[in-house]
């Protein structure tokens, strides 16, 4: 599962959802993302049987690479053991809100009710199918307050999904330092 969302990262975007929030949002920045993450809730149109959807999810880490770009980091539990995927993703410059995960293809990532809560989201065409993605990560918490959960359902319709989709993933400590023994 972890894969497969990795793999949507790759697709390419681009509707900016200009909406009406209860929490102000602000378009994040490298320096500002730093740190651990979880996943409070995501959704997306995946085409995955339910029971995988709904599997659990690692927490991830956003670092600085050496060339300065802003790296996604999870751990993720595989038969062989915890293996790391990395992915850098630079600030697309001249597109606030963006960030480029190679030639074409963009993650949009707003931070929410300050810099502890933000939605990242992916909107974009691969070999004619267009697929969406968004995801409430909130920084050592995986849990949210009301407000930032309606949000995100406003989020995810905004974008054409349909709330009822929104997956609340079971917590993936199984790759967890301190789990390991
Ligand atoms: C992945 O696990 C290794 C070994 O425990 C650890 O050093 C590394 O920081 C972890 N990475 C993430 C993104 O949690
Ligand atoms: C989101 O906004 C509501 C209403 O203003 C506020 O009560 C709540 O604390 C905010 N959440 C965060 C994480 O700032
Ligand atoms: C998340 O925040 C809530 C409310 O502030 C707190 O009760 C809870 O312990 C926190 N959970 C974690 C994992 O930090
Ligand atoms: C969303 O899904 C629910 C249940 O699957 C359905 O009843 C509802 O009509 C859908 N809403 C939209 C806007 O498609």
């Given at each position: 599962m972890a894969t497969m969302m990795l793999f949507l990262l790759t697709i390419s975007l681009t509707v900016h959802s200009v909406g009406c929030f209860i929490n102000h949002s602000e378009c994040a920045k490298t320096d500002k993302l730093l740190g651990n993450w979880y996943i409070i809730r995501w959704a997306g149109n995946l085409p995955l049987p339910e029971a995988k959807l709904r599997s659990p999810l690692p927490p991830f880490v956003l670092a600085k690479n050496k060339i300065g770009y802003l790296e996604f980091r999870m751990n993720i539990s595989k038969p062989i053991g915890c293996v790391e995927f990395k992915m850098a993703m630079n600030e697309a410059k001249d597109f606030p809100c963006y960030f480029t995960l190679w030639m074409w293809h963009y993650v949009s990532i707003k931070f929410f009710g300050g810099e502890n809560f933000g939605i990242a989201s992916l909107n974009g065409i691969t070999n004619n199918v267009h697929q969406m993605m968004a995801m409430l990560m909130g920084r050592r918490n995986y849990t949210a307050d009301t407000t930032l959960l309606l949000d995100f359902e406003d989020f995810v319709n905004q974008m054409g999904?349909?709330?009822?989709?929104?997956i609340n993933p079971p917590y993936d400590d199984s790759c967890e330092p301190d789990k390991k023994s």
């Amino acid at each position: 599962m972890a894969t497969m969302m990795l793999f949507l990262l790759t697709i390419s975007l681009t509707v900016h959802s200009v909406g009406c929030f209860i929490n102000h949002s602000e378009c994040a920045k490298t320096d500002k993302l730093l740190g651990n993450w979880y996943i409070i809730r995501w959704a997306g149109n995946l085409p995955l049987p339910e029971a995988k959807l709904r599997s659990p999810l690692p927490p991830f880490v956003l670092a600085k690479n050496k060339i300065g770009y802003l790296e996604f980091r999870m751990n993720i539990s595989k038969p062989i053991g915890c293996v790391e995927f990395k992915m850098a993703m630079n600030e697309a410059k001249d597109f606030p809100c963006y960030f480029t995960l190679w030639m074409w293809h963009y993650v949009s990532i707003k931070f929410f009710g300050g810099e502890n809560f933000g939605i990242a989201s992916l909107n974009g065409i691969t070999n004619n199918v267009h697929q969406m993605m968004a995801m409430l990560m909130g920084r050592r918490n995986y849990t949210a307050d009301t407000t930032l959960l309606l949000d995100f359902e406003d989020f995810v319709n905004q974008m054409g999904m349909n709330k009822t989709s929104i997956i609340n993933p079971p917590y993936d400590d199984s790759c967890e330092p301190d789990k390991k023994s």
